[in-house]
Nanobody, 116 residues
Framework: QVQLVESGGGLVQPGGSLRLSCAAS????????MGWYRQAPGKQRELVAT???????NYASSVKGRFTISRDNAENTVYLQMNSLKPEDTAVYYC??????????WGQGTQVTVSS
């Protein structure tokens, strides 16, 4: 079955950087739109960024210019490079895979905490 495993979260100071990874298995990775979402305590899950099968990316306005999503179809992995992190970026970050005709798949999440 489809598995998405996130890694790379942690504690970082404001202004710092982190790189999240999501390794996919059990699916034909190149056929899926891949995305990162996040959920802060007491808030709804929100879109952070997506990357299409063709490599076109889309970002939430709150992270545009600071975060970069990329995918490596040979490694079945999607990345989220996060720079200039702010305390309001603190959340659990989830990887998502979606293709037409599917309900989509979620990873288990990785915690990102931005604090001094």
């Amino acid at each position: 079955q489809v598995q998405l495993v996130e890694s790379g979260g942690g504690l970082v100071q404001p202004g710092g950087s982190l790189r999240l990874s999501c390794a996919a298995s059990g699916m034909l990775f190149r056929n899926y739109v891949m995305g990162w979402y996040r959920q802060a305590p007491g808030k709804q899950r929100e879109l952070v960024a997506t990357v299409t099968r063709g490599g076109i990316s889309n970002y939430a306005s709150s992270v545009k210019g600071r975060f970069t999503i990329s995918r490596d179809n040979a490694e079945n992995t999607v990345y989220l490079q996060m720079n200039s992190l702010k305390p309001e970026d603190t959340a659990v970050y989830y990887c998502n895979a979606w293709a037409p005709g599917t309900d989509g798949h979620w990873g288990q999440g990785t915690q990102v905490t931005v604090s001094s």
